[in-house]
């Protein structure tokens, strides 16, 4: 595992910058530019190698439904942009990237095909259509008779989690959670963790809704909500185990248990969700479900090669996800 110096060389910073943008301190005063550099530098380190292939001439188009600055607060999506992009290279494609803040400068002009990381609405995904036929979707499936997809089992995901902590007997369990909205506001976006969560302690007869925390995918947002939490449950009433929908609200949740000095994981278990490259790094290390993102990137360009070579029958492909247990819960 590439370690912090490693990440600190090669992006040419120090060592406690590389860690306090890790861990997300809001005291740090740096750059977004330098965060960046940092973060995909972890992320890129995080990949494997490989030999690169045969070069294929081509052009294409990849749309990421956030802009950079929102990158950079749920590096879910960096993770797999970055991913996208390294399969290019070994491809020897060439990438024209747009993000949401650029969506209107994306054409037609000689691209063969686009790869759309995110959520889109219907009225966005009809845009997209009036640029090319070939387009792959990844993190979601918005018509599985008419797009490929990549897309992650999340129901899946969440309960792998909730499995987990009831096998280790804890009763009272949290969520720290997020929710989105498309990018032109038609409407907000059900999150499967969420509903998972409410449904999986319904069905048990242990109504869980008074533990549920729900703002947005950020570390900031996981600091906020679990300081509410610990407000509103104080002492032992607060849950023995929290589920995160995602590593950087998880990583936010671990500064406010640290920093109201509630020990992980000897009184609260936590477990996020992606696995990206800072869940290894932060104090306690992160236990989370790693999201295969490499090879969802790497799938997504395979997938639209196969579509641009005439491929008509519609794929939706689901990732499978692993749990890794590390030092935030037992």
């Not at 869980?208 to 407000?231: C, P, Q, R, S």
Request: hydrophobic share 40%.
């Amino acid at each position: 595992m590439a370690t912090i110096k490693d990440i600190a060389h090669i992006a040419g910073v120090s060592i406690a910058t590389v860690s306090r943008v890790l861990n997300y301190d809001t005291t740090l005063s740096v750059s977004d530019e330098t965060k960046k550099r940092i973060f995909e530098v972890a992320e890129e380190l995080s990949y494997k190698k490989k030999t690169a292939r045969k070069q294929e001439a081509g052009k294409i188009a990849l749309l990421q439904w956030y802009t950079e600055k929102e990158e950079l607060d749920d590096l879910y999506y960096m993770s797999i942009r970055l991913g996208v992009e390294n399969q290019c290279r070994q491809h020897g494609i060439q990438v024209d990237k747009y993000f949401q803040d650029n969506y209107g400068d994306l054409k037609e002009d000689d691209i063969q095909g686009l790869i759309a990381i995110g959520k889109f609405s219907r009225k966005q995904v009809n845009d997209l259509v009036k640029i090319t036929k070939n387009i792959v979707f990844v993190d979601t499936s918005p018509d599985e008779d008419m797009f490929d997809s990549i897309v992650i089992d999340f129901e899946r995901a969440t309960k792998k989690v909730l499995d987990y902590f009831i096998q280790k007997g804890h009763e009272r369990i949290g969520y720290i959670g997020g929710r989105e909205v498309f990018k032109d506001k038609t409407s907000f976006i059900e999150d499967p963790r969420e509903l998972t969560f409410k449904r999986f302690f319904s069905e048990k007869g242990m109504p869980n809704e008074d533990y549920m925390y729900v703002g947005n995918f950020t570390a900031d947002d996981g600091h906020a909500l679990m300081k509410k939490a610990i407000h509103e449950h104080p002492g032992d009433q607060l849950p023995t185990a929290f589920f995160a929908g995602n590593d950087s609200l998880a990583v936010g949740a671990l500064r406010a248990l640290l920093e109201e000095g509630i020990s992980v994981p000897d009184r609260v278990n936590i477990i996020g969700v992606n696995d990206i490259s800072i869940s290894k790094y932060v104090f306690p290390s992160l236990s989370t479900v790693k999201v295969y993102t490499e090879i969802m990137g790497e799938t997504a360009v395979d997938t639209l090669l196969e579509r641009i070579a005439g491929r008509k029958t519609v794929k939706k492909i689901i990732i499978a996800t692993e749990l890794i247990i590390r030092n935030s819960s037992f």
